[in-house]
């Protein structure tokens, strides 16, 4: 069973810095990429960050690249996402993901399991 347990959620003013971890279990971490995806209330999930298995590779969507920084520790199996100079249209649920792909790591449906989700509301 694998699980996915983000954490790091929280309200900040505009401007500010979240780190956002995301715990997995009941896979060989290293052998899978990881995502991170967000919803805003009323619209679509979509894609933010990504990194390949090793970490060599890091993706981003453009609305965060420059701000947003994701890597993960493969012997804490634990992948994050630094996100600076934060703004009020990045408030979402935040979803962390693996899939056994490495590639396409910008599409939802590419991955095989999701976290729970972590709330990040930034007020103006």
């Known amino acids: 069973q694998v699980q996915l347990v983000e954490s790091g959620g929280g309200l900040v003013q505009a401007g500010g810095s979240l780190r956002l971890s995301c715990a997995a279990s009941?896979?060989?971490?290293?052998?899978?990429?990881m995502g991170w995806f967000r919803q805003a209330p009323g619209k679509q999930r979509e894609f933010v960050a990504a990194?390949?298995?090793?970490?060599?590779?890091?993706y981003y969507a453009d609305s965060v690249k420059g701000r947003f920084t994701i890597s993960r520790d493969n012997a804490k199996n634990t992948v994050y996402l630094q996100m600076n100079s934060l703004k009020p249209e990045d408030t979402a649920v935040y979803y962390c993901?693996?899939?056994?792909?490495?590639?396409?790591?910008?599409?939802?449906?590419?991955?095989?399991?999701w976290g729970q989700g972590t709330q990040v509301t930034v007020s103006s």
């Open positions: 009941g896979r060989t971490f290293s052998s899978y990429a």
């Open positions: 990194i390949s298995r090793s970490g060599d590779s890091t």
């Open positions: 993901a693996t899939t056994i792909r490495n590639n396409y790591l910008s599409v939802a449906r590419m991955y095989d399991y």
